[in-house]
């Protein structure tokens, strides 16, 4: 075995912006005791600076704050950082100027924001779907100006559940259409989020800008890279997002069609043969399965699937044939884990891995 | 003013078939004061027979057993019945049969049971939807070879919301398919009916026989009667049903496609201009309008306007152009009033003004 | 009948002070119809003032907003406005100041906020249990030398229910101690209020300052108007309040230890046939009962319970010995009707008919 | 380290009586990988007898059924079985008589049913409570023929997290007397248990047989083994149990008395240095600390502190003061694993370290 301190010596160190929200404290749930990565800066754009994080953040995780998360000082979400690179989940409207002004005083930041996530120079990935879009980032630098750092960013909650139960699809048989309800998770909207007396014995059929991202950012997903662009899929896609009762877990009711024939073994098989980059590269948050098909009637449901893989697998059901589109199905994901926190976390893994990031020096 | 003992000579005997369970519940609640029908007669079929009602039922509604249900005694479900006709809740395996033996024996049985919905000789009705599809009782007195009985159904407890939604579109400008995915409350599978811990922090994609009952039922109710029978719409439906943490109310998120253009003011003003036959006859429990658009963003929601027009009125929301289909929209319907006891009782009320109910002699 | 114009035109004219929180809604929606005071002035604290009410404030309660308050522009918070008296449901921060100054500009102040409740010259109020504490208000007026103003209070939303169902034993038997453990709803901490990820799936064993109110305002209410003064009731009440995920009705889990030896059937007996002022003099928000006791071995719950007599009753079950104190039992109240809203309205019409509320001229 | 393979030969060999029920399956999940048992037989009395326990078994937990789980064939829960002891989770009216069989077919049954808890000659042990309790099955073993089985119970899932926060006040300051009241959660129930919509937005104030059954056995459980028999202590106790919409955690609002006077910091002591026995033998499934004390006002929280020490900790907080009893506190444990198949999994490692289960031959 590795000595530990040797392990150490070699970690990557990240700073977190936007520490103290739910995204935020899924990052440092998930990064303790990560074999890459060691967190030395949590930044937060609310009233939390300057204090200790354990006296700055409301802990809403199950689990408890890891002790070492304790004592760091908060600081403004502004370079610099102490740190090799950072880890964003900033509201949208801070997210934007602030990530910008990151990557160009020289640090990667691999962010959950929304904000850059549609510009055309920056990779919008998920390391199982659209590995080689962080080419990308080599024409962003080049834009932009950008030194060392450069922004890379991961889909919208919802979007990468779906996504991941599409992409073995759209790799093997072409999807054309596919019509998405959601039912997303409370910790999707934050903390405090959703009021109490709008979640309970209740259904919220809206969800700010969700429908539209849901909608873009799937094009772009399983879109080509190609002469330095990514070329969006010609997929057409109608998304509408409800918020319901649930603590984590976004459900996807799917429809889809296909642009070549296949039998619903052969989509089943599809899906449950799906291995991709991540798992060649037995990268450390990525699970075995990126998606499971369950075959029991009644399946997936969010209290009992949400945590398949560690969160990082897509569960899907209810897989048929449909009497519109060719195929309908139902795909769960961990809305903080797989749909934000660890997809990042995933993502720098992917970036390490394919030297985008490495220790100073 | 009519002397109320004049109004009381007057009305209608009513049975109750299933009285114990949550229509069964909702039956009496509804018909509590009601100024045609008179509650004469209930039964069950489980192990209540013999008891008085207050020590059979355990009553899951708010605001209590009204007091003349409290010591009717409960029969078994078989005719003969105190009473002039019934109404019927029971469960789909004891109703095909049992509410068969009742129009045998001339009672006329407007049922809530799915049993019937589907047989060509039985109309399965709506009042502001198809009416005239009341004609079939006619067919199915001669084919069945009943006397005065007959039996009369309305729909599953989503389609008759999404029905509803859809009925005034395909009036003016046809909808050739649509695409449904519901989210529907819990009292729709009755007491006890789903367990606390798949309901609590969850989403159940599946409830059975749902899907194709949404999808059978609204070719019927859409369909033209015509020579003696009902020729289903030509029109496609996909529904995929799922079960959510909510007490009353079922939501639906709609997409659709029209045969013929329409402006979204157009749909719009399609929807909140309804009004059908049941309004025009002023039918009792006929609400002023069958459907409600709503234009806040974050509309319908179970929790805020499942009672709107005492819980007979659907709400539209959501109305905009889709990305696929042509619209798409969200209509909420209250299942145990507008879904189940309320459209059964609408369905009495028509049938009293069609002459098809009558006090005997 | 009395002709509709001749009423209108002798009711009161009422200004509510918080009117889009989650206790204004209330106030509004009770005071639909009534047939003593008419609702002709809106005011609130928060950045909703010029706004027509129907854009100020977001409803959160079924049955949606009447449509006369819809246009009336809300106000600031300070007099003049154009009423007769004025409810007020205004944050304790705002409350102490404003009502004051409401109260010296001539206008009869009726709090739901917690700021004077406990002030030895401000009426703590239930009607049915010391209506005879309004008498303080003659000393209040000299006091702070008000002329024609005054403020009165009800209670804090559990103490209501608490000491509804102790008010009947404390006559009759004396309660000398009792051991109070709340459970509850949601709405008691308004809109947005509780977040949702701490209700879903949770109990939280912390309300700020509601342990202390419910300890204190028990003894005022139940103590003596003597001499110009209230002399508290010499009960020892520990109260630790939780909130549980529950829309509204407060649950109160009761100890109790009585001065004079009393049977289960005497104590039983004293609660059912409580039956007091408000009663006697028909106040149109007077329940029939103002405590109903169940005998079933559930109840009551919060879901069947909250709504008896149109919110303004409270229901009591689980009445047996208990194992160290005399009795124990369970009692519900409806938090924003009997809790709050309804509270003060009752107070209204005591006052009404007590003389001290007129119309002016 | 010693080798696995060893390891696994010295495994004593583990029955599940009622392995299909929650409580069941909690025992499956926290039996994968344990050190010193191994399952090797299932039983259960429902209709699931001759399947595969993967097809008689629906599984309700997250993370999934063991894999090891899945081909074993569920049995009739009669000896014999092919296994050295049993664990039973029986429902009661089955549970008296199958023990019984069992012990006295010369099986150990480590048993978390209510049948025997307060037989005079069957150990009722929390291992940090009472751990010299076990002296009993002598005693049994003596009166009922017994050769080499027994019967050894833990406490009603309520009654664990009350008493463990109760035991270190009375080692060192006597408890007189102590007041509680319960707001459980639906796991407490099983499965189907509690219906959804006795949950969704309620609470239920009953839970058969709960009252005594806490009242009862925190007597027994601080009581005295002297002259081979347990002499129940001298404590008071009043508990009220309510069903709230929690999925896993009990929480009870407590007060006590004490025998000496002791100040807050000295209470607050005793807690937080509880350590005991299981802690001294480290046995396998023995928490660090078995209580725990959160200082945060709002805390402990089902949702936040259920899973401390993996669900074997109980977490207490709002410890205060209090204005009849000396103290109150608010105590929480995980029902399904603290209060049932870890209490049961913990008696058995005492029992292993104390002699009374080692392998045969």
């Known amino acids: 075995m590795v000595p530990t301190r040797l392990l150490m010596a070699q970690k990557l160190r990240v700073g977190i912006l936007g520490a103290t929200g739910m995204v935020g404290q899924r990052f440092i749930q998930l990064l303790d005791g990560h074999p890459q990565f060691e967190v030395t800066a949590l930044a937060a754009s609310d009233r939390s600076q300057g204090k200790r994080f354990d006296e700055a953040c409301t802990w809403r995780l199950p689990g408890g704050m890891p ?42 930041v691999i962010s959950n924001s ?26 962003q630098r080049k834009q932009r100006g950008f030194d060392r750092g450069f922004i890379v960013t991961n889909p919208n909650c919802s979007a990468i559940a779906i996504v991941l139960a599409l992409a073995p699809l759209h790799t093997k048989f072409g999807v054309t259409s596919c019509v998405v309800t959601t039912m997303q998770a409370l910790s999707g909207a934050g903390y405090p989020g959703v009021a109490s007396l709008d979640a309970t014995d209740n259904v919220v059929p809206f969800i700010g800008g969700e429908d539209e991202k849901v909608e873009a950012e799937t094009a772009k997903l399983l879109g080509t890279f190609k002469d330095g662009a990514v070329e969006h899929a010609p997929i057409a896609v109608s998304a509408q997002c409800n918020r319901v009762n649930v603590t984590d877990g976004h459900t996807a009711s799917i429809r889809l069609k296909l642009e070549r024939p296949a039998s619903l073994a052969e989509v089943r098989e599809a899906l449950t043969s799906f291995s991709a980059l991540p798992q060649q590269l037995q990268l450390h948050s990525a699970p075995k399965s990126p998606v499971v098909v369950r075959d029991e009637k009644d399946r997936p449901q969010p209290r009992l699937d949400r945590d398949a893989g560690q969160g990082m697998t897509v569960t899907v059901g209810r897989l048929m044939p449909d009497s519109i589109f060719d195929y309908r199905l139902v795909a769960l994901g961990h809305n903080t884990i797989r749909g934000a926190a660890g997809a990042a976390i995933l993502n720098a893994e992917l970036l390490v891995a394919r030297g985008y990031l490495s220790p100073p020096g």
């Open 67 to 108: 002790d070492w998360a304790r004592p760091i000082a908060v600081q403004p979400p502004a370079p610099p950082l102490d740190c090799d690179f950072v880890f964003s989940s900033l509201p949208g409207d801070i997210a934007a100027q602030t990530e910008e002004d990151f990557a160009r005083a020289g640090y990667a």
């Open 114 to 139: 929304s904000s850059h996530r549609m510009s055309a120079d920056v990779p919008l990935v998920i390391p199982e779907v659209n590995p080689e879009h962080i080419a990308l980032i080599d024409v």
